[in-house]
């Protein structure tokens, strides 16, 4: 009988061999590494060669670290969000002064707060040629003239068309640039933090909506408020617009168009080439764009088509548009719009109400800030589904709220109501990152800026219809019949949709994120649900450490 001396001998030296092939497996890998990057640096090397003969712009804005060129590219551009915000509350405390001034009956006062996402959607109907043929950058510099123009007539408006005039260019202004900066942004930032800085655009548009409140609360008591108030997004509009003549083209969208050098010579101030991973995400873009743009000069057909024939394509442009319809069939703009009106129908003075708006943007505000630090962590799909309940709860507080005579009992009614308020406005300032973040990486490069004309057109269309059928739909469906049945009833089936549908793409490149989209529906939905059967199993086990971790289910 053999002793355990002579049984340990060979494990161990079975175990001495696994060591030995695994050190020769990572001397492979490094090897194989090596001559990859030897491979990226010539080609990079022969662009280099091109750049320095390639004539430079007077606007070219250079820095020594393309790490803080990306952020004031970031930071200029999610300026857009700010005047979109700022425009859509200014509204709110010029409603209370604007229709007496103006003689404006109930009709044309719901058409002129209607009018800015009326706008919009013309703005996002020219959105695919603004961005095909002039460029993410231009298209946005053409937004800043049109909200300058838009916020001129508001100002000096004399009767019901001039003012009306006015709300539909700033909102074409709006709908052109919050289809455009997402997909600027997207295309320009490094993909572990894509998510993060697209979420900045809400932020600022939240950011916007508080100011647009504080504007009208600073105007409040001076002659002419209304006009001010309106006139006010000039000055924002003004410095987005000469920001932006420094900043660089989106390094794809040149790519797209066959500008290797330009592409190249943007990506490294912007990015730079100092790692492997950035070099392998240029290099990848441009396999993949050249693929794409052979692929479409050999079916010469119109690229559009491609949403009806290409199931990836299709995928892309259902999911992005149910996600930009449940953000806004639960009613968040038509509330933001009539919010001081709201405000004082629950018992507060006009000026008091004007102040209390605050609360609602500043809610807004504030849940916009986790999004941007933690939506990356955490990830898309995770992220959807915890914040959907939290606002479906404020709808429910926001209905007891409006149940309760605020003559009788004032502090009851305003208490419940603006905690509902705060909670709903709150929970969807970090669900509303989302409709930036979503359609703005889910479409193919070639197809990308035809899928934000119908995101974004969906999206102030949506917008439109809710607010202009507000007051009709909360006389006939009751105050509580619109916010719990209608907007809660829609929450409750996106709820439901975003489990069984939505895909996580958290850490994707573009590129990744075509091929995620390139699987069969049935594929995503059976990873969904062995997804969330597991979140089940884990919440019935109070494994809640495991649930609620940043990364809890792969």
């Not at 797209?256 to 492997?276: S, T």
């Not at 009851?412 to 509902?420: E, K, M, S, V």
């Not at 899928?451 to 507000?470: E, H, K, Q, R």
Request: with cysteine; proline share 4%; net charge neutral.
């Amino acid at each position: 009988m053999a002793n355990l001396k002579d049984v340990e001998v060979p494990q161990e030296s079975h175990r001495e061999e696994k060591n030995d092939v695994h050190e020769m497996d990572d001397v492979a890998d490094q090897k194989l590494e090596s001559l990859n990057e030897t491979a990226m640096n010539a080609e990079l090397a022969q662009l280099e060669d091109q750049l320095s003969v390639f004539p430079t712009s007077r606007f070219d804005l250079k820095m020594s670290s393309p790490a803080m060129f990306t952020w004031i590219l970031v930071a200029f551009a999610s300026m857009g969000g700010m005047l979109s915000g700022l425009d859509q509350s200014l509204i709110s405390g010029a409603n209370l002064y604007l229709p007496d001034d103006l003689g404006l009956n109930t009709s044309q006062n719901s058409l002129v707060n209607a009018g800015m996402p009326l706008g919009a959607v013309a703005g996002a109907l020219i959105l695919s040629p603004a961005n095909e043929y002039l460029g993410r950058r231009m298209a946005i510099i053409v937004s800043c003239i049109l909200y300058t123009v838009g916020a001129a007539l508001e100002a000096g408006a004399i009767n019901f068309g001039m003012i009306f005039a006015g709300r539909f260019i700033l909102g074409a202004g709006v709908g052109l640039e919050g289809g455009t900066v997402p997909v600027y942004v997207a295309e320009c930032v490094p993909r572990k933090i894509r998510g993060n800085l697209v979420s900045l655009y809400q932020l600022n548009i939240a950011l916007g909506e508080v100011l647009g409140y504080a504007v009208a609360a600073m105007f409040v008591s001076v002659p002419g408020n209304w006009r001010y108030i309106l006139g006010s997004s000039l000055v924002f509009s003004t410095i987005l617009f000469i920001g932006m003549l420094f900043l660089p083209e989106s390094p794809r969208f040149l790519m797209h168009k066959g500008r290797e050098v330009e592409a190249y010579g943007v990506w490294k101030r912007i990015r730079g080439f100092g790692d492997l991973e950035a070099k392998d995400e240029f290099l990848g873009m441009r396999q993949a764009v050249t693929a794409e743009r052979e692929e479409q000069a050999q079916t010469k057909q119109y690229a559009w088509v491609d949403f009806f024939t290409v199931p990836r394509a299709r995928r892309a442009i259902v999911y992005a548009n149910i996600m930009i319809f449940l953000g806004q069939f639960t009613g968040v703009n038509a509330v933001m719009y009539y919010m001081s009106t709201l405000m004082k129908d629950i018992g507060f003075e006009s000026r008091d109400a004007v102040y209390m708006s605050l609360v609602g943007g500043g809610a807004l505000l504030i849940g916009c800030i986790p999004a941007v630090f933690y939506m990356e962590c955490f990830g898309r799909r995770y992220w959807a589904n915890c914040m959907l309940p939290g606002f479906f709860i404020g709808l429910v507080l926001v209905g007891v709220g409006y149940q309760i005579d605020p003559v009788a009992h004032p502090r009851a009614a305003q208490g419940i109501y603006l905690t509902g308020i705060i909670l709903y406005m709150g929970f969807f300032g970090s669900y509303a990152c989302l409709t930036w973040v979503v359609p703005s990486e889910v479409f193919p490069t070639y197809l990308r800026s035809y899928g934000m004309t119908t995101a974004d057109a969906n999206l102030f269309l949506c917008s439109f219809i809710v607010t202009y059928n507000f007051s009709r739909m909360m006389e006939s469906m009751t105050r509580i019949g619109l916010t719990l049945g209608f907007y809660g009833g829609i929450a409750v089936l996106g709820w439901a949709y975003q489990i069984i549908f939505m895909p996580e793409t958290k850490n994707k490149s573009l590129e990744e994120i075509d091929e995620l989209f390139s699987l069969p529906t049935s594929v995503i939905v059976k990873r969904n649900m062995k997804q969330t059967a597991q979140v089940i199993r884990d919440l019935s086990r109070f494994r809640l450490k495991k649930v609620f971790s940043p990364e809890p289910y792969k």
